[in-house]
C-alpha cells in the first residue's frame, strides 16, 4: 500500500522533469516567474525539493534556468537557503532620480566563474536587458 501526494510542488516536478527531456542537448533557457509565488503558497520544503529536482535535471539535460524571487517578501532564512542552492544569484536594483529610472544589477554568485562584485548600470531595449559599460563584467 502506497500513496503518492499530487499537490502542486509535485505536479510540477513531474511535468519539468518530463518537458525537459525534450530539449536534451540543445541549449534552451526557461524562467519560473515567480518562485516567490510557489514559496508563498507551498510548503518549503517541498520547494527546496522541487528546486534540487529541477537542479539534476537542468545538469542531466541542459539548459539555463532563472528563479524570480521579490526582494523583502520571504523570511532571511528562506532567501539564504534559495541563494545557498543556486548557481548564480543576480540582484535587479532600481532607483529614482527625479523623472530618471537608473537600473542596476549585481551579481552576488556565479559558480565556476570570475566576476565582477560592482553595480553594472543596465536598461531595459526591445531584444531584452542591454548593460550600459565598457568593462568586461565576467
Given at each position: ?31 519560473v516567474d515567480s518562485f516567490s509565488y510557489l514559496l508563498r503558497v507551498n510548503k518549503f520544503d517541498e520547494m527546496v525539493d522541487l528546486f ?55 551579481i552576488l554568485k556565479l559558480k565556476r566563474t570570475i566576476y565582477s562584485s560592482r553595480l553594472i548600470p543596465y536598461r531595459i531595449a526591445d ?12
Amino acid at each position: 500500500y502506497w500513496t503518492w501526494d499530487v499537490g502542486a510542488a509535485n505536479q510540477l516536478r513531474v511535468l519539468f522533469s518530463e518537458y525537459i527531456k525534450n530539449f536534451e542537448g540543445k541549449k534552451c533557457r526557461g524562467i519560473v516567474d515567480s518562485f516567490s509565488y510557489l514559496l508563498r503558497v507551498n510548503k518549503f520544503d517541498e520547494m527546496v525539493d522541487l528546486f534540487e529536482t529541477i537542479q539534476l535535471t537542468i545538469k542531466k539535460y541542459g539548459g539555463v534556468y532563472f528563479f524570480l524571487v521579490v526582494e523583502g517578501m520571504h523570511e532571511e532564512k528562506i532567501v539564504s537557503t534559495i541563494n545557498h542552492m543556486a548557481d548564480g544569484v543576480i540582484q535587479f536594483k532600481i532607483n529614482e532620480r527625479g523623472s530618471k529610472i537608473e537600473r542596476y544589477m549585481k551579481i552576488l554568485k556565479l559558480k565556476r566563474t570570475i566576476y565582477s562584485s560592482r553595480l553594472i548600470p543596465y536598461r531595459i531595449a526591445d531584444m531584452g536587458i542591454e548593460l550600459e559599460t565598457t568593462e568586461r563584467i565576467l
